[in-house]
């Protein structure tokens, strides 16, 4: 009786076919910034006396985004050659200043 049993539960599952739909989400869609647009920001954030978090937020980004595209900046991964000027931590939070790389 057991073998009748798995020979009908394998037959009810290859015909039981069902289409399972991802749900919706409420959440937004993740966005995607390009190369260019990566490379405004942070050098907006370069300018003398700018504020990190300033500047994401006129730009709808998180501050700690647009940190980790300062540190690829400053490696050379945003495209284009690595920048001539260095960060260097001023006094305060979270506050730099621009210094000559050399």
Request: proline share 3%.
């Amino acid at each position: 009786m057991g073998n009748a049993v798995r020979s009908a539960e394998r037959v009810m599952n290859a015909s039981a076919r069902v289409t399972i739909e991802p749900e919706a989400s409420d959440r937004p869609q993740r966005r995607k910034h390009s190369i260019a647009e990566k490379r405004r920001i942070v050098e907006a954030t370069l300018a003398a006396g700018a504020s990190v978090a300033l500047v994401a937020r006129e730009n709808g980004v998180n501050a700690n985004q647009v940190f980790g595209w300062r540190r690829l900046y400053q490696r050379g991964l945003l495209g284009g050659n690595v920048p001539s000027v260095a960060l260097v931590a001023g006094e305060g939070h979270g506050k730099c200043r621009r210094t000559s790389a050399t």
